[in-house]
């Protein structure tokens, strides 16, 4: 870059920020970035909850009662 007395050579002082700002989005991972997930729906996912293997329900057991 050329300098002249009506531009100064530029020193790169006001790049800091821009800088600054490259490396926050740099943190942020690629598939965040791409495929962004809604932080309310995250919050709002459900709790998974323990369940009986495959296979494992007994068929031959005998029906409780329904109460009524």
């Known amino acids: 870059m050329t300098s002249t007395p009506d531009a ?5 002082s006001d ?11 740099k943190a942020i991972p690629h598939e965040e970035i791409v495929n ?3 932080h309310n729906l ?4 459900p709790e998974a ?3 009986d293997a495959i296979g494992s329900e007994d068929w031959d057991a005998p029906e409780e009662p329904a109460h009524s």
């Open 8 to 12: 100064p050579e530029h020193d790169g």
């Open 36 to 38: 962004p997930l809604p």
């Open 49 to 51: 909850e323990p369940t």
């Open 15 to 25: 790049l800091a920020e821009l800088r600054a700002e490259i490396d926050e989005l």
């Open 42 to 45: 995250e919050e709002r996912e």
